[in-house]
């Protein structure tokens, strides 16, 4: 075989090869369809949890952020509550104001985490790992700090009072059942999980995974490592300042808990219990964790850490790919089974 | 193409006199030095790769191959010299800049990206080049041209039966193959190859060197070698580095002739040069 007739052979079987299996790779699943017509059961079957089921979507979509940074690039982060922190304020804050329209809210909540998060990213792309993880731990602290003191802006330790949420496009209330705040959330994280699905299918996603598999490499192939770092911080700062401005809007409270360490250490663990870099990882987390904390706080309300503690080292321990991971992991093994089965009788 | 900017170097280089050399040189260092403590890795190293030359650069271990190649890649920063792609001052630029110029290097381990598949990796190599890797909201299979691109990299190392795999399944030959495609998708002007082959059994090895060869004369390419057969089989040029010094250049029948290389180098290997 020369080299040529293996060009020519390639370059006949590329289009029909290559470009398939990565159109496979994208497309969508059955089981994806189903989970987010699933998403829509808890107005039908659990009405009297559609404010859990709100707080549950909101955690998803912050959690969707992390696994943009996380998951698929590598940036380990201990402080990501600080952009969905930044995000609750602004919304807070611009509704005390006497703005309480939502949408234009969001907006706002989201330019302000990611102009935040542009600014922070040019010291998070210089470093990975350990260093990583102390920085964005100590920004936390350092913002929550801030706000704890700037108590004329932020009502500090009390909180902020007086938000009100005009009802949402005008006409839908944020009523007391959650009925308004659960279709808003979920429709927030519908439409940013669909933005962030094809960052993920775009050449900069490939690149991200570039990072995340071999950091070191990329600048050997030509690529701006740093820049892309940044680009995507940007990002998940700014989604995950939406989701703070939607947990504003739909409790009408926001607190210092907002910005917390408490909440940047939840979110990682929603994240690590569904599994990382897989995009459903974090709203699969987000629902156990949630699910688990309501029933948990209900069986043992002071010590319903101990259960989640040990939820978090079982899922690791027999899990290493999280929840999701071993669900791939079952529904791979049912298919060889039954393929099996199959061959068998067909000799 | 690469003709016609060659003939562009070659007349920019009459008018910035003094950068590079006059007769057409595709990289070029002089006065690289580079020590980390007390250790000296580069001591006054000068290299001139005429383009589209097939130059080896050997030496016994410890004596800074690697070293230099981090040096002009721009990994490491020297202390002190200056290094030129074509006519252009590359010293200050980072290594990503410099890859896009078209100078690219492989790595003597592995240095890939496991869970890609290789097709991925590839196709990513070849989005980078071309400027497209900041795109976030077209969809990669919208890029056919760049895909079958990297296929057809792929295919020519044979690599196309198992560019589906994820990369960490692959065999180590390869891999190696793989580090060979990564850097052919960035369009290399001058390709650095740091040991093709380490690991690589003898006969596959072979195989490795004869595809290098095979490679666009566009292409200029510095190889480090430990196997002196495939070195005087495959260099048109050889420079022989020792504990960070240029030992000697010259052609390969020069540097089989060297008395020194005989013995700092060459000595310890039978009847080696048989070559030349």
Redesign the interface.
């Known amino acids: 075989m020369t ?1 040529d007739s ?2 020519a ?3 006949e ?3 029909a ?3 398939d ?3 496979g790779q ?1 497309r969508w699943r059955w089981s994806e369809i189903v989970f987010w017509l699933a998403t829509l059961l808890p107005f039908v079957l659990a009405p009297d949890y559609l404010v859990l089921a709100s707080q549950v979507a909101i955690s998803a979509l912050f959690a969707l952020s992390l696994d943009l940074i996380l998951g698929f690039s590598g940036i380990v982060s201990l402080g990501h509550a600080a952009y969905f922190g930044v995000g609750a304020y602004t919304a807070g804050l611009i509704s005390v104001w006497g703005w309480g329209e939502p949408l234009t809210g969001l907006v706002v909540a989201g330019i302000a985490a990611g102009l935040v998060g542009y600014v922070t990213s040019f010291v998070i792309a210089r470093f990975r790992h350990l260093a990583l993880i102390m920085i964005t731990l100590g920004f936390g602290l350092l913002l929550q700090e801030a706000a704890n003191s700037a108590g004329w802006l932020t009502g500090g330790f009390n909180g902020l009072q007086g938000i009100h949420t005009w009802p949402l496009l005008g006409k839908f209330e944020f009523d007391l059942y959650g009925y308004t705040a659960y279709a808003y959330a979920l429709a927030g994280l519908f439409l940013i999980f669909l933005v962030a699905r ?2 993920i ?7 991200l ?2 990072i995340r ?2 950091g ?10 740093h ?2 770092i940044r ?1 995507i911080y940007t ?1 998940a700062a700014i989604i995950a300042g939406i989701a703070g401005a939607m947990l504003t809007q739909s409790t009408e409270t926001v607190s210092l808990e907002a910005l917390g360490f408490q909440r940047s250490a939840d979110v990682l663990v929603m994240l690590i219990l569904g599994g990382t870099g897989k995009l459903y990882g974090g709203i699969i987390g987000a629902v156990v964790y949630m699910v688990a904390r309501d029933q948990f706080a209900g069986l043992n309300p002071q010590y319903w850490y101990f259960w989640i503690g040990l939820l978090l080292i079982a899922v690791v321990m027999f899990l290493p790919n999280g929840i999701l991971g071993g669900l791939e992991l079952l529904a791979e093994s049912a298919k060889a089974q039954w393929a099996k089965s199959k061959w068998a009788k067909t000799p | 193409m690469g003709q016609v900017e060659m003939g562009q170097n070659a007349v920019s280089e009459t008018i910035t006199a003094g950068a590079g050399n006059a007769d057409g040189s595709a990289l070029s260092a002089r006065g690289i030095n580079k020590s980390f403590g007390s250790l000296v890795v580069a001591a006054d190293v000068a290299i001139n790769l005429p383009a589209g030359v097939r130059y080896a650069l050997i030496g016994p271990n410890g004596a800074g191959k690697t070293t230099l190649i981090n040096l002009l890649t721009g990994m490491l920063r020297p202390d002190a010299g200056r290094i030129f792609l074509g006519s252009d001052d590359i010293t200050a630029l980072p290594p990503e800049a410099r890859v896009q110029r078209g100078l690219v290097r492989t790595y003597q381990i592995n240095s890939l990206f496991p869970q890609l598949s290789a097709l991925e990796a590839v196709t990513l190599a070849v989005c980078e080049r071309r400027r497209i890797a900041r795109t976030w909201w077209r969809p990669l299979t919208a890029y056919t041209e760049d895909i079958d691109e990297a296929h057809g990299i792929l295919a020519t190392l044979n690599l196309a039966a198992v560019c589906y795999r994820p990369t960490r399944e692959l065999a180590y030959g390869q891999q190696r193959l793989l580090e060979i495609a990564l850097a052919l998708a960035t369009r290399p002007k001058v390709l650095l190859l740091d040991e093709p082959a380490a690991g690589v059994p003898r006969e596959e090895s072979r195989d490795l060197f004869a595809a290098i060869a095979g490679l666009s004369r566009d292409i200029t390419v510095l190889f480090i070698e430990h196997d002196m057969e495939l070195v005087f089989r495959f260099a048109s040029r050889i420079l022989v580095l020792v504990g960070g010094r240029v030992l000697v250049e010259g052609t390969p029948a020069e540097i089989a002739a060297d008395e020194r290389v005989r013995a700092v180098y060459l000595g310890k290997e039978h009847g080696a040069p048989r070559h030349g």
């Open positions: 080299s293996i060009a052979a390639a370059r079987t590329a289009p090869g290559a470009r299996f990565l159109r994208i094809r960052i299918h775009s050449p900069f996603g490939l690149a995974r570039g598999e071999n070191a490499r990329m600048p050997a192939i030509g690529a701006p490592t820049s892309h680009t990002i």
